[in-house]
């Protein structure tokens, strides 16, 4: 007497859904907490200490954009060496949220933040087009954390970063609080152990994802 | 006493429409204003009904299939969502009908009021309460059984008038799974009627009167001294064959072939749009629904709650609930087979029905037979038990002593 009896274990299944908690996230007025690593908006980092952007206006992020959506301008440092950013724009209307652009980055300076929520109802022309000002994010070691999937592992180009150097192969620790660990204990962590602690901090920070104006 | 004197108390028609109609006439209307009021009070009373039901039938299906996939339904457009459906047909209703320019004309729009208008009339038969329906046909049965067969006249239209290859091939689709499940529907209906040997619906859940083992789905019961063994061998069966033709003839999946869209991109209800597309969802609600009504009918016992007559009697105003609670219930199974099961292909589908379910309801239809002569029947005359007054009830008699066999025990105190 199988008969039937492939349709009612079928069904039993599926009324045991019926007592588990949906899986919807109530958007607005929930929100998923988004990874530092989700594809964003792209942002410029500036250094925690000194408020000077990373960028270095080389404009090989802007080479690399395969829908060119990223406009720079520059001059020659009148101290001589190097350039000077005069605009950096990025148009949110075309960017397509690849990342080349962070990868083709040697200065570690643009990343993709978790920044989505961008929608606007006026003169959609020119209310995407986000400059250097708006684009600024701090580069905490979070966002460098975020980064490493696809910038590998900060080597410290220039900036108190330098001094969370390559991770060494030492024993990593095993209980820990995300929030108090020190440096070195750190560096000693896997990486998705790090993202964990990076994470943590990040939420603790009271970092807010912007609200829709 | 026999059911006849009970129901003479506790019956809507008797208790409060005749009496209503007799002061109605006495203070000088004349009689054929007040049958015609009763009669067109009766048919605004079942539309609305149905209207209700549908947007309810609508919102629990969309919410109760939701939880089944781990999600929420529509819980956006008022409380809870209640307003969905609302908010749905006001879309449909502001959508342009288009009509092609090939299609027929009267074929394309007669359609959808066909198929419409046929499950309208299948709730006109349904008893609600003792004495409470609009029609109390003594050939209910074979009236639900005429007016299930139209639809397919509809789909038929439908398909042929649209003037569309695709809604050709959907309508055909159609037409034969309907009159392929028609086939076993029919006959696993007579099995009611043989077991209340009576065809009017009213009479059927009058014999299904009593204490829960009355009810038909769990037939044949034995009783050994004073204890009820059911033995639901013809009656069960016979309920899961109706449901299962039931989704058939409603078109619910695992049955819902026609509406597969990405196969056949709307099937026969491709070239509708707007209200007549929103007619042909309103009647595929009614038709589940009713499906759901006429089980309980049939099968569960319709308006008795299943606990004696006596608790019967004390709530008979609330009996139409009851009767609608069964129906809901029948309902959500319908959505809950419909949230686990894929689709039937085309061939399993008539197999299904053809070489598995035929065979069975006429084995059904012949066990019933066979009980219903040997064993405790309905009289429908009367209104009360009695045994079966002929040689082969006698010869089981016999059978079934020493404490007497079926006895007195089964008729009304």
Known sequence: MAYGLGVAKGMLTTISHLVKPPITIQYPEERLDMPIWTRGRPRLIYEVDTGELRCTACGACALACPVDVIKIEQHPSPTGKGKVLDRFDIDMAGCIECALCVEAC?????????????????DRASDLVYDMYELRIAGTTEID?????IQGVKRGLRGPGAA???????????????????DEDLKKLPPAERAKVYRARLKASGWQPPTPS | MTLGDYYATHDFWLGIGMPLHDWLVGLGVPGWLVSLVYVAFGAAVI???????VIIAIWAERRFIARLQDRRGPNRVGKFG???SVADALK??????????????????????LILGASLMTWAVIPWGPGLQVANLNIGVLYLLAFGAIPALGVTIAGWGSTNKYSLFGGMRAVVQYVSYEVPAGIVIVVPVLLARTMSLQGIVQAQSGPLWNWFVFQPTFFIGPLPIPFPIIGLVAFVYYLIAGLAETNRTPFDHVEADSELTGGFTTEYSGMQFALFFLAEYANSIAVGLLGSTLFLGGYHTGLGDAFDDLIWPLLPGVLITKAAIIFLIFVWVRGTLPRFRYDQLMQFAWKRMLP????????SALFASLAVCW?????????????????????SAPSGGVDARKTLK
């Open chain 2, 360 to 367: 069975v309801s006429l084995a059904l239809v012949s066990l």
């Open chain 2, 47 to 53: 539309l609305g009904m149905i209207t209700f039901f």
């Open chain 1, 106 to 122: 040697p200065f570690r300076a643009i990343t993709m933040a978790p920044d989505f929520e961008m929608a606007s109802t006026y």
């Open chain 2, 82 to 84: 209640l307003l969905q």
């Open chain 1, 145 to 149: 954390a975020g980064m490493e999937h």
């Open chain 1, 164 to 182: 969370a150097a390559a991770p060494t192969t030492a024993v990593a620790p095993t209980d820990y609080d995300p929030l108090t660990i020190s």
């Open chain 2, 379 to 399: 009289d429908p005359s009367s209104g009360s038990r009695r045994e079966s007054d002929n040689e082969l009830s006698a010869f089981s008699h016999q059978l």
């Open chain 2, 92 to 113: 449909l209703l502001a959508k342009e009908i288009i009509r092609p320019a090939q299609a027929d004309p009267t074929l394309h729009f007669l359609a959808p009021m």
